[in-house]
């Protein structure tokens, strides 16, 4: 057995532990490491659709992405509605599976928006929709979406 290590063998496992060695030290990395979970995930749903059954579905898997996250506390959550999917949350028609749906997720501190540009041209007031919604911050609902995006929210439409 010859008493010497190859040329390629030993230039290619030095290169492999400069590099293991790099990222063992890399500052980012140690900061992941000191830092774990501090900062809440930011993440977008928006519904315009005027199906009960997908809006309901949506609130479903709100809930479950804020289980899945480890808890309200772990989630930055905000739900934008406009369009047709506004005439779903109208106190006198809503279905009260959709409102309970709606409710809980609510509770556990998502934030739901209600296009403000919608309301004008459905004719309804905040007043006149179910508990829990504030008008959008951008009084267009795509504008509000784009500027969420931008904010490093994760768009998500069920």
Known sequence: MPNFIPK????LSTLVFACVYGLILSPGLVLADKTPNQDKVKVLYHLDS?????A????????KHIEAEGGPDKIDLVLVVHGPALKLFESDTVDQELKDKLKVVIDKGIKAEMCQVSMKLYGT???KLVAGF???EHPVA???IADLQRAGYV???P
Do not use: H, Q
């Not at 390629?8 to 230039?11: A, D, G, K, R």
């Not at 005027?50 to 997908?54: G, I, M, R, S």
């Open 8 to 11: 390629p063998f030993l230039m």
């Open 50 to 54: 005027n199906d009960p059954a997908l």
């Open 56 to 63: 309901k579905y949506a609130m479903a898997l709100i809930n």
């Open 125 to 127: 007031p905040l007043e």
């Open 134 to 136: 504030t008008p959008t």
């Open 142 to 144: 795509v504008k509000r």
């Open 155 to 157: 768009y998500i439409k």
